[in-house]
């Protein structure tokens, strides 16, 4: 299958999920199994990721494998966590984690977390210069306020534009509603030791058991074998219509 039938086929499916939301006295049809996909449609990427780590937990073994496929990518971090420890520490690892995904294009937003007009502004900008086919970004079934304005700001991006990029939307805090499985059980332990190089926010919280049981249970739920990451993926047209 092509990458425009497979974007068709998970329009399909997004569409489904719209009218899950829309017509809740109507959801005969709206039940769907994931597509399993071992790379999203499209060559070049936008991450958006509120903090340094959000991209290897809820995305970095699929950007492993665009990477190796020689697709391009470009991680957006619209913040930096503040803590026990200093900024130059923090600048360490996000570049450890980075070369352990093999993301040599990001940028560093380090300062607390922008309001969404701040977002939105900083997005925007980055979609007209760098023109993804695609942007990951948090779910709106996030469970973290600063994931939840991340998505609220793409969206609000994502209206103002007549055709703009797909969004893959993925999960970190949150379990979302996906139409969208990568395998992702070849890169697993490249996307662990991404992780790992995040060692002053895994002593406080093992991200490493929340992605394996996360994604161990993505995979084990459609039959797959390992891992797999999901995503919730839709045109920002779909999004617009469901979302805003």
């Not at 939105?120 to 079934?141: G, W």
């Amino acid at each position: 299958m092509g990458a425009q039938e497979a974007k068709l086929e998970l329009r399909l499916i997004a569409e489904r999920l719209r009218n899950r939301f829309s017509v809740p006295d109507r959801l005969e049809g709206t039940a769907w199994s994931p597509k399993v996909m071992e790379l999203p449609p499209g060559r070049r990427f936008l991450v958006l990721s509120p903090h340094p780590d959000d991209d290897a937990v809820g995305c970095g073994g699929t950007l492993i494998k665009l990477l190796d496929s020689g697709a391009e990518v470009r991680v957006f971090y619209l913040s930096i966590q503040d803590g026990d420890f200093t900024r130059n520490v923090r600048r360490n690892e996000i570049s450890g984690a980075l070369s352990r995904l093999g993301v040599r294009d990001h940028r560093l937003r380090e300062d607390e977390f922008p309001s969404v007009r701040e977002a939105a502004s900083m997005i925007s900008e980055e979609v007209r210069s760098y023109q993804p086919d695609a942007v990951f970004v948090p779910s709106p079934f996030e469970n973290h306020d600063e994931h939840l304005r991340t998505f609220e700001a793409f969206t609000a991006v994502a209206d103002r534009m007549r055709e703009g990029p797909d969004a893959l939307m993925y999960e970190v805090w949150g379990a979302l509603m996906p139409n969208l499985l990568v395998p992702v059980d070849g890169v697993m332990q490249r996307k662990v030791l991404a992780i790992l190089e995040h060692w002053t926010q895994v002593r406080d919280i093992d991200y490493v058991r929340v992605v394996q049981g996360m994604n161990g249970y993505r995979a084990a739920a459609s039959g797959l074998e390992g891992y797999a990451e999901a995503f919730l993926h839709m045109p920002a047209a779909d999004l617009r219509k469901c979302f805003r």
